[in-house]
T-cell receptor
């Protein structure tokens, strides 16, 4: 079946603008994750959804970052008033159940803030 | 917080050789996973080993786990150019959260 998809694949924006990143998880996967990966580094956890609820938002770096999930499906990560340090690849993953087992990743969105 | 730490940071080998990378972690785990990332994009799950397992194989991959030393190794045998990628270990920080290391970048030379 279809894997996790993300859009756009690349986004270039100007400092101060808002951006929305979209994730479509694998159908039936109740857990959804957003990660940030800066160049040459590991994955930084941002937020976890179980269904449409976000029991763990502890990784969101500031109040400029927010995320929502609807219909236990698509999720949107919004970054307001983007800064240059927001430049990174944003990865979405989904898993069946609670997710400390296998996570399935999308191809990521490469965000560049000029 | 990153619990898993991979070693070495980078590895360059000739096609056909074996590649070994290690992962160390700090707290007790239920499972440890290895993922591969090509060209800085999405990660692909390679193998999961549970805390009561010592060794696991999948094709040309062999993973070991030593819970007494809090370490794991990933061996890729008979490497190919297509194995060029970054490899990450991930440990279960909780029942829903994985903690990823910074990765080992493997380059396989033709």
């Amino acid at each position: 079946g279809a894997g996790v998809s993300q859009s756009p694949s690349n986004k270039v924006t100007e400092k101060g603008k808002d951006v929305e990143l979209r994730c479509d998880p694998i159908s039936g996967h109740t857990a959804l994750y957003w990660y940030r990966q800066r160049l040459g580094q590991g994955l930084e956890f941002l937020i976890y959804f179980q269904g449409n609820s976000a029991p763990d938002k502890s990784g969101l770096p500031s109040d400029r970052f927010s995320a929502e999930r609807t219909g236990e499906s698509v999720s949107t990560l919004t970054i307001q008033r983007t800064q240059q340090e927001d430049s990174a690849v944003y990865l979405c993953a989904s898993s069946l159940g609670k997710g400390a087992d296998t996570q399935y990743f999308g191809p990521g969105t490469r965000l560049t803030v000029l | 917080s990153q619990q898993g730490e991979e070693d070495p940071q980078a590895l360059s080998i000739q096609e056909g050789e074996n590649a070994t990378m290690n992962c160390s972690y700090k707290t007790s785990i239920n499972n440890l996973q290895w993922y591969r990332q090509n060209s800085g994009r999405g990660l692909v799950h390679l193998i999961l080993i549970r805390s009561n397992e010592r060794e696991k194989h999948s094709g040309r991959l062999r993973v070991t786990l030593d819970t007494s030393k809090k370490s794991s190794s990933l061996l890729i045998t008979a490497s190919r150019a297509a194995d060029t990628a970054s490899y990450f270990c991930a440990t279960d920080e909780s029942d829903y959260k994985l903690s990823f290391g910074a990765g080992t970048t493997v380059t396989v030379r033709a």
